[in-house]
């Protein structure tokens, strides 16, 4: 899946892009089992032919788009984001994709539209985690208009110039680099425009340690352990120290605006 | 009736005479020794070879975690399975197991401390008080410490076995501080399969000993 450069600010890190190999086969995916080696071994079931992802909800123009109509509704860029999971370690990605604002502007939401909500696959069939009632499926996810409709919030279909593996969230996903990962949801279904905060898989699950925002904060610890620092993936050897985290994972100057006045704390 | 005789098996139910001699021979102490270091070896020749997957330092505080918690198991499931198997000799293997149990959280508590905090002691210090999870997993070591401290013949000895035995009983705390550090590790996951299992281990562990206190109080 070729992708031009990004020309968005910020969307191209020039930092060493970590290791295909560990990018597809260190996954949390709980679809597919809440052991990251799971994901990798278990999604080749997963069946992202055909696909539809249903957009609809407070919007004027609701669409069901087929996913080959999805990959054609804007440009491919590749953009190179760091990854930075809530469980203390990171990566840096080559997604190939286009910003979800080209999709928004698209469906035109309607005045009293203030949230979107992200809802990803949930099959019994093709997915073994789901037996497991690890979390209220199906994955749901969300985020304020504003943010979604931020240039560096990315719909992905492929990284490494290649079309997703299913075990990263094929056939579409969400990336929004300034967030814990599992902001992004992987495979979606559907993105509804809502005027109320969507209730979060993650916040439904544990409402004091995964807040709404779920900026990555290296000042707002999780309750169990600290996000002062990460371990990047592949590059931070075993006996290296941890490297700092940075404020919104590095995009405070794209994204900062978003939050102004806000309190970070409080706002987790 | 004279305890230890309550305490054995029928003679129906017991086993075989080549059993007992097995578990006297003189390797099997030293094999033992050898299978419990074996995940050790696994381990220490995985790091050498880049063979953990993409995250060496979580696999390694995990794998030293749960190893932890299987020897706990082990250590408890020898006077269990001492009297109702009828098997006086596996009493051998006890203090061994008991010690690789704090040999694999030890390595546990140095993987923590030196692959997650660098060994920054103030940063350790900082996290165990302000982390439940981490407060009861160093609770858990420092009850097991003086247990190892004691192992040794002559410590025994020393304490009187009546003050050495309720010393040991500390292993019951420590199991149920063991288990409510792994819920809680695994409460971010908000997976509970593989500490039920746990639990239910330590619970039928535990709960034989009470059922025993109990008939013998009885009695």
Redo the contacts between chains.
């Keep these: 899946l070729p992708g031009t450069r990004s020309a968005v600010a910020g969307a191209v890190t020039m930092e060493k892009v970590t290791d295909y190999?560990?990018a597809a086969?260190?996954n949390n995916f709980y679809e597919f089992g809440?052991d990251?080696?799971d994901p990798a071994r278990n999604a080749h079931t997963l069946k992202t032919t055909p696909w539809t992802v249903e957009v609809d909800g407070l919007v004027k123009k609701p669409a069901k788009y087929a996913i080959e109509d999805l990959l054609k509704l804007s440009a491919q860029e590749e953009r190179i984001y760091r990854l930075r999971c809530v469980?203390g370690?990171s990566m840096v990605i080559p997604w190939v994709g286009y910003s979800l604002a080209r999709l928004i502007e698209k469906v035109e939401p309607l005045g009293n539209a203030k949230y979107v909500e992200f809802i990803t696959q949930a099959d019994r069939a093709t997915m073994p985690g789901l037996r497991?009632s690890?979390?209220d499926w199906p994955y749901a996810e969300g985020l304020r208009l504003d943010e979604a409709m931020h240039p560096l919030t990315l719909l992905a279909f492929g990284m490494y110039g290649e079309v997703l593996p299913n075990q990263n969230g094929a056939p579409v996903r969400l990336v929004v680099p300034w967030k814990y990962g599992f902001k992004s949801g992987k495979s979606i279904v559907r993105i509804r425009f809502t005027e109320q905060e969507p209730r979060t898989a993650w916040n439904k699950?544990?409402a004091n340690?995964y807040g709404f925002y779920s900026n990555v904060n290296p000042n707002v610890?999780?309750?169990?352990?600290?996000q002062a620092t990460e371990?990047r993936?592949?590059e931070d050897g075993?006996?290296a120290?941890?490297r700092k985290t940075l404020m919104f994972n590095g995009y405070e100057a794209q994204v900062g605006q978003l939050y102004a006045g806000m309190d970070l704390k409080k706002n987790y | 009736m004279a305890s230890s005789a309550t305490h054995a098996a029928p003679a129906s139910r017991r086993p075989p005479a080549a059993v007992s001699r097995g578990l006297m021979h003189p390797a099997a102490k030293p094999l033992l020794f050898a299978l419990c270091l074996l995940p050790f070896g696994w381990l220490f020749y995985g790091?050498l070879t880049d063979g953990l997957?993409?995250?060496?330092?979580?696999y390694?505080i995990r794998a030293t975690g749960d190893w932890t918690l299987r020897f706990l198991c082990l250590t408890l499931a020898v006077t269990p399975l001492r009297v109702l198997a009828g098997l006086p000799a596996l009493a051998r293997f006890r203090r061994m197991l008991g010690l690789f149990m704090y040999f694999y959280v030890v390595l546990h508590l140095v993987s923590y401390a030196?692959?997650?905090m660098?060994f920054d002691v103030s940063e350790i210090a900082r996290?165990i008080a302000?982390?439940p999870?981490i407060l009861v997993g160093f609770a858990a070591f420092l009850l097991l410490t003086p247990l190892a401290a004691t192992s040794f013949n002559r410590a025994v000895k020393a304490l009187g076995a009546k003050r050495w035995q309720a010393l040991h009983k500390l292993v019951y705390a420590v199991a149920g501080l063991a288990v409510l550090h792994f819920f809680?590790?695994r409460?971010?996951?908000?997976?509970f399969?593989e500490v039920a299992v746990y639990a239910a281990i330590l619970a039928v562990l535990l709960g034989w000993r009470v059922l025993q206190w109990a008939k013998r109080k009885r009695a």
Excluded: C, Q
């Excluded at chain 2, 409460?187 to 997976?191: L, Q, R, V």
């Design positions: 190999k560990d086969s260190y809440t990251k080696a469980e370690w497991a690890v979390l699950a544990a340690e610890d999780h309750p169990r352990w600290s371990r993936i592949g075993l006996f120290k941890k | 790091a997957g993409a995250n060496p330092a979580e390694l030196w692959f997650d660098g996290d302000k982390r999870f809680w590790m409460a971010g996951k908000n997976d399969a």
